[in-house]
């Protein structure tokens, strides 16, 4: 197993040359609030020489399939041949609120798109008639055909999901699921779906986002967290929400009611304070670095293929710091 770091946009380049020295396997970059990830990305490729890149995840709303094709062939480009296309389909609120699109059928949607990706990074002339692709569309034979081509026409693609139905999508038409607050035991649970369609594991990697804060006092370093957990359980509708609905599913649900309520009326504080010290500490690694060490033992017993640490300290030197500890816990778990 080999660590990955999550970047934010602001530290993304120190973090992901800290991180290449150190020997991690990937950096990754998300989107939503706060950036896009195909920007980001441009400029760590720059940067950095070894470490794998990956967007952690765009959002299938947001773009057509043939422009993540042409931004996913471009950034593997950039980078000599080391980026991963990672999609996810959002949550219903997002789709629909900030790009107008409906959360109708997701999974149908988001294997029409990568079929649609796929067929355009082999430099096929994009012809696709599926329920929500019509490529071309009616009254026009104009179809799309990539001339940038990429490093590799097979660019490794990962699904982001969450419930059963997904994880047997992204084992059945994807390279490696990335997860997210999976503690390990239902990391192995989850892959026990992807078996369901694959047979086997092999060649599939497997990568949880798993928020990380080092701290002698495990509670003092689940502090660091709160915000972030309040922010992803609140977000969006109860009826719709996903990770409100995972909360939920793992034994939180009073916490997750109090949580999604606070949020709604705008009170954010209250919405972190709210936030379970056992939830953060089932689906993170928090505490001293010993003890996190441990944890990440557990992860790769359960199959973890690239430990992806979501960074959430508020300064550059405070990341680098949480990137060097979870360096040396890997190596106390002894984990090969």
């Not at 195909?38 to 709303?61: E, K």
Request: aromatic content about 6%; overall charge negative; charged content about 25%.
């Amino acid at each position: 197993m080999e660590l990955g770091v999550f970047l934010s946009h602001e530290t993304a380049c120190e973090v992901a040359e800290e991180a290449e020295w150190l020997g991690y396997g990937m950096a990754l970059v998300p989107e939503g609030f706060r950036s896009d990830a195909p920007s980001v990305l441009g400029a760590v490729a720059a940067r950095t020489r070894r470490i794998g890149l990956a967007s952690g995840v765009m959002q299938v709303p947001a773009r057509t399939p043939v422009m993540s094709a042409l931004t996913a062939a471009t950034l593997d480009s950039l980078s000599g041949g080391r980026f991963r296309l990672g999609l996810g389909v959002s949550n219903p609120d997002v789709s629909l609120g900030w790009y107008g699109v409906p959360f109708t059928a997701p999974l149908t949607r988001l294997r029409e798109y990568v079929e649609v990706v796929r067929m355009a990074l082999r430099g096929e002339p994009v012809r696709y008639s599926g329920r929500h692709q019509q490529l071309p569309p009616a009254g026009s034979d104009e179809a799309a055909h990539l001339v940038a081509a990429p490093v590799r026409a097979d660019i490794p693609v990962y699904l982001a999901g969450v419930g059963a139905r997904s994880l047997e999508l992204a084992g059945e038409i994807a390279d490696g699921w990335i997860g997210v607050f999976s503690p390990p035991e239902r990391i192995a649970e989850a892959l026990e779906h992807v078996r369901k369609v694959r047979g086997d594991l092999d060649g599939f990697e497997v990568v949880p986002s798993v928020p990380i804060a080092i701290a002698d006092d495990p509670r003092e370093a689940a502090d660091r967290l709160r915000g972030y957990y309040a922010n992803f359980v609140g977000l969006g509708s109860k009826e719709r929400g996903i990770y409100f609905a995972l909360a939920v599913a793992m034994g939180f649900k009073d916490a997750a009611e109090e949580i999604h309520a606070r949020c709604a009326a705008g009170d954010r504080a209250g919405a972190a304070r709210a936030v379970p010290f056992e939830f953060m500490d089932r689906t993170g690694l928090i505490g001293p670095v010993d003890r996190i060490a441990s944890r990440i033992a557990e992860y790769a017993e359960a199959g973890v293929t690239t430990l992806g640490l979501t960074v959430l300290d508020r300064t550059l030197d405070g990341q680098l710091a949480v990137v060097r500890g979870a360096a040396e816990g890997l190596r106390l778990a002894e984990v090969r």
